[in-house]
């Protein structure tokens, strides 16, 4: 069964040290999403990803967060500074389109230090 | 923004017992999602329903869009199925989840 694939699946990082998360979605699907779990906390959204450009963004999602799509199989997530509180599971996912059934990577543990 | 509440929080239940965890969400919506987190993290979407009724095996989830509520039921539990069980509704909007509903279920 096709699935939505992640790396690394943890990486301890210095403040400050910039850090990509990389993905890559499921072939066919359109439409790409970054989520983001604290430990202990909800999930919570951060960013949608359609034709090439952010479709959506949450308030989490300020300067020091970017998305790309540098080739037709993977969606990256680049944190440029990290700091101590962007410590979570970060979770790609990726859907055929709106309103369809979202299939999620199995996640990328960020532990800054 | 809508507020998406599960309940219980956490649920232990015996191998062969029926299980079920309810959702409720303050402002409609176009679909709701129920999620299984593994014990290692990794979400497996389980079902993505917008009314009535769905069935997968010995899992089965309703919603009552009047009511902002939908329930998951699980038939006949077994230890594999211990996870956190999480919704998540949207309304064309970017998914709002819930706090997970942690199921152990003993043999």
């Known amino acids: 069964e096709p699935e939505v694939t992640q790396t690394p699946s943890h990486q301890v990082t210095q403040m400050g040290q910039e850090v990509i998360l990389r993905c890559v979605p499921i072939?066919?699907?359109?439409?790409f999403y970054w989520y983001r779990q604290i430990l202990g906390q909800k999930v919570e959204f951060l960013v949608s990803?359609?034709?090439?450009?952010?479709?959506?963004k949450s308030e989490i999602f300020d300067d020091q967060f970017s998305v790309e799509r540098p080739d037709g199989s993977n969606f990256t997530l680049k944190i440029r500074s990290t700091k101590l509180e962007d410590s979570a599971m970060y979770f790609c996912?990726?859907?055929?389109?709106?309103?369809?059934?979202?299939?999620f990577g199995e996640g990328s543990w960020l532990t800054v230090v | 923004k809508n507020e998406v509440e599960q309940s219980p929080q956490n649920l232990t239940a015996q191998e062969g017992e029926f299980i079920t965890i309810n959702c409720s969400y303050s402002?409609?919506?176009?679909?709701l999602h129920w999620l299984q987190q593994h014990p290692g993290g990794g979400i497996v979407s389980l079902f993505m329903?917008?009314?009535g009724k769905k069935k997968h095996g010995r899992l089965i989830a309703t919603i009552n869009i009047q009511e902002k509520h939908s329930s998951l039921h699980i038939t006949a539990s077994h230890p594999r199925d211990s996870a956190v069980y999480i919704c998540?509704?949207?309304?064309?909007?970017?998914?709002?989840f819930g706090k997970g509903t942690r199921l152990s279920v003993i043999a």
């Open positions: 072939s066919n699907h359109l439409y």
């Open positions: 996912a990726s859907s055929t389109g709106q309103g369809n059934t979202i299939y």
């Open positions: 990803f359609y034709n090439n450009e952010i479709s959506e």
């Open positions: 402002v409609g919506i176009s679909a």
């Open positions: 998540a509704v949207t309304g064309n909007t970017p998914l709002v």
């Open positions: 329903l917008s009314s």
